[in-house]
């Protein structure tokens, strides 16, 4: 059974500041990982898809993938209170059922 | 809005009525899904489809009946439900069963079983 463990948070930040959201998943073979953010109320929408170790960078989100250490990242930069929103991790593997399994998310505050 | 849409937003029923949930994708897309997500919970995967046939069955009550006409339109049919199956009903399509192909959700439907 895969794991996609994620801090609940709530994770609050100044506006302007960087926001660091981790995941970590146990399953070695996952292969494609995903960043889906939630507002109140909403249903999640993607963020940023990632499937390569290293960086990967659109606008003020940059995802982080190492999967020597079975983690992944998401960074927003100079954060707006817009951003505030539940942040959901998504992981998948190629070659298995082709289902991701998501972690609990985790609330993300941006005060100004 | 995304492309796949989901009837009706809201539904209140009691313990021994009948109803069904449907959601329809127009994205071309051959795989659908149905979650729960509840509280402070994950999103729980309920059933998945692939161009019509489902491919998984996570261990849901039988009191939750899916059905997947064509690749458009994918039903939860509910029947005696309990008060700890209020829920958000998440509707997703992918294009395929795919690793890399990302989910796009509907906007749920928020049931509340009294």
């Known amino acids: 059974q895969k794991e996609v463990e994620q801090n609940s948070g709530p994770l609050s930040v100044p506006e302007g500041a960087i926001a660091s959201l981790n995941c970590t998943y146990s399953d070695r073979v996952s292969q494609s990982f995903f960043w889906y953010r939630q507002y109140s109320g909403k249903s999640p929408e993607l963020i940023m898809s990632i499937y390569s170790n290293g960086d990967k960078e659109d606008g003020r989100f940059t995802a982080q993938l190492n999967k020597a250490s079975q983690y992944v990242s998401l960074l927003i930069r100079d954060s707006q209170p817009s951003d505030s929103a539940t942040y959901l991790c998504?992981?998948?593997?190629?070659?298995?059922?082709?289902?991701?399994?998501f972690g609990r998310g985790t609330s993300l505050i941006v005060h100004p | 809005e995304t492309g796949v849409t989901q009837t009706p937003r809201h539904l209140v029923m009691g313990m021994t009525n009948k109803k069904s949930l449907k959601c329809e994708q127009h994205l071309g897309h051959n795989a659908m899904y149905w979650y729960k997500q509840s509280a402070k919970k994950p999103l729980e995967l309920m059933f998945v489809y692939s161009l019509e046939e489902r491919v998984e069955n996570n261990s849901v009550p039988s009191r939750f009946s899916p059905e997947c006409p064509n690749s458009s339109h994918l039903f939860l049919h509910l029947h005696t439900l309990q008060p700890e199956d209020s829920a958000l009903y998440l509707c997703?399509?992918?294009?395929?069963?795919?690793?890399?192909?990302?989910?796009?959700f509907g906007p749920g439907t928020r049931l509340t079983v009294l």
């Open positions: 998504a992981v998948n593997e190629a070659g298995g059922s082709y289902i991701p399994t």
């Open positions: 997703a399509s992918s294009q395929d069963l795919d690793a890399y192909n990302e989910q796009f």
